[in-house]
């Protein structure tokens, strides 16, 4: 197991490690922080920077986005291999996805809290205090949500599905690429490609990201046995 970096000096600035893959993401948090909080800030642009931000950096709080690349589950990989190496600093979740079953995914994997890229500069302040503070957030909103799912008849009966169509919707789930899925398979691009358009249309997805939040929501009934 790795060990977990030295706890900060008394009265130091709360270091805070940006994860995203855009830079001007952890520069807006400077600037929004500037002046309400007494914070560092440091820059990961991808998960294994950081890990290795986290294991030499000694940051106090990660603030970590959901989709990194062609990834759209990096930031609950991220999370999860923390959790698993004894990481116990607070994380807190900025994203653009609303679903909550994206959120309740997050939140299973082990995050502090979570808080949208649109929210007014104050909440995002106060959910970084929160959870730097060892409590959680979570936007009321959407918390009601996640706790509407867990209401009997709180998800769609899931379509009837191919052994492929499994396959490659499992992949969609786990954060894999098109192409990706096409080399794990072996097969090409566009048969991942069809096949997706065809799990599009039999789970009513919108888009891609849509389809993302369905196949979780797919594998996630099938682990309960619904």
Known sequence: MTAAPPAPAPDAPLRVLIVDDHPVV???WDRITRGRLDCQVIAAATPS????AWRH???DVIVADLTMGDSKLAGIRLIRRLRAAGARLPVLVFTMHQSP????RALQAGCNGIIMKDSPSDEICEALRQV???GDYVPADLARKIALMERPGGADTPPRLTPRETDILRAIADGLSYREIAER???SYKTV???SQTLRDKLAAQSFADLVVKAIRHFDRAADGI
């Open 26 to 28: 952890a520069e807006g």
């Open 49 to 52: 920077q950081a890990w290795r």
């Open 57 to 59: 950096q000694a940051p």
């Open 101 to 104: 079953i994206l959120a309740r």
């Open 132 to 134: 730097a503070a060892g």
């Open 185 to 187: 398979a072996g097969i």
């Open 193 to 195: 490609s069809n096949v």
